[in-house]
């Protein structure tokens, strides 16, 4: 299933943030769903690839599965790491669905997982970057004031992947994708006004949405 939310940006005075544009896709191969005392635990998979995602937007992605409309039980991902060592650590964290079988497999791993309530791992790739930016903008001071003059703007994507792993199931299930393109604008007559899309939190929330509607929506389609 694919959702895009496009928008146009008129740049005015009482404007208060940049344009955003937003994909968002997911690929279901099984049927979800939590039962009551079940849980989700988010996780950076960056590591497995070398590329570290940033912390602070797992950490933005956690939040909003707890919270809000259909908000999802969540284990912290450090304590979720803290109970399986060291089964959990990057070096031994499995990488794929047929490591979780062999994961699964190992002495008091699936007995730990049980008492902790978790079903579901979501995997979480990809990052925020700036792409592109353009305009020019100059400040200047003098005896009788200062201001700034000119107009500068960027672009910023946040690309992120989210692979759902069924811990009952030991495979994974699907994947939801949130691919946000934001434009921020830096118009400047004497005063500054930052038009800023915030493309990363936007990103976030999208993602987290998506999240919760497949989780407990569940059908396979």
Same mark, same amino acid.
């Given at each position: 299933?694919?959702?895009?939310?496009?928008?146009?940006?008129?740049?005015?005075?009482?404007?208060?943030?940049?344009?955003?544009?937003?994909?968002? *896709?997911?690929?279901?191969? /099984?049927?979800?769903?939590?039962? /009551?005392? *079940?849980?989700?635990?988010?996780?950076?998979?960056?590591?497995?690839?070398?590329? #570290?995602? #940033?912390?602070?937007?797992?950490?933005?992605? /956690?939040?909003?599965? %707890?919270? %809000?409309?259909?908000?999802?039980?969540?284990? $912290?991902?450090?304590?979720?790491?803290?109970?399986?060592? $060291?089964?959990? *650590? $990057?070096?031994?964290?499995?990488?794929?669905?047929?490591?979780?079988?062999? !994961?699964?497999?190992?002495?008091?791993? &699936?007995?730990?997982? #049980?008492?902790? %309530?978790?079903?579901?791992?979501?995997?979480?790739?990809?990052?925020? #970057?700036?792409?592109? =930016? %353009?305009?020019?903008?100059?400040?200047?001071?003098?005896?009788?004031?200062?201001?700034?003059?000119? !107009?500068?703007?960027? =672009?910023?994507?946040?690309?992120? *992947?989210?692979?759902?792993?069924?811990?009952?199931?030991?495979? &994974?299930?699907?994947?939801?994708?949130?691919?946000? &393109?934001?434009?921020?604008?830096?118009?400047?007559?004497?005063?500054?006004?930052?038009?800023?899309?915030?493309?990363?939190?936007?990103?976030?929330?999208?993602?987290?949405?998506?999240?919760?509607? !497949?989780?407990?929506?569940?059908? =396979?389609?």
């Amino acid at each position: 299933m694919k959702l895009r939310i496009s928008c146009i940006a008129v740049i005015v005075a009482i404007t208060t943030s940049g344009c955003v544009t937003a994909t968002i *896709e997911n690929a279901r191969v /099984e049927a979800t769903g939590l039962l /009551e005392g *079940e849980a989700v635990v988010v996780m950076a998979k960056s590591y497995h690839q070398g590329n #570290e995602t #940033e912390a602070d937007y797992i950490q933005c992605v /956690e939040t909003a599965l %707890g919270y %809000g409309a259909n908000a999802l039980n969540i284990v $912290p991902a450090q304590q979720f790491i803290d109970k399986l060592f $060291p089964w959990f *650590e $990057p070096r031994t964290a499995p990488g794929n669905t047929k490591g979780l079988i062999q !994961f699964m497999e190992k002495l008091g791993v &699936s007995k730990a997982i #049980e008492l902790m %309530g978790v079903r579901y791992i979501i995997w979480i790739d990809g990052d925020t #970057e700036r792409v592109t =930016q %353009g305009g020019s903008l100059s400040c200047a001071a003098g005896p009788g004031g200062g201001g700034c003059f000119g !107009f500068a703007w960027w =672009q910023d994507d946040a690309d992120y *992947e989210a692979s759902i792993w069924d811990l009952d199931k030991s495979e &994974s299930v699907g994947t939801v994708t949130a691919d946000y &393109s934001g434009t921020s604008f830096l118009p400047a007559l004497v005063i500054p006004i930052p038009l800023i899309a915030r493309t990363q939190a936007r990103a976030c929330g999208g993602l987290a949405k998506q999240l919760k509607t !497949f989780i407990i929506g569940g059908e =396979q389609v």
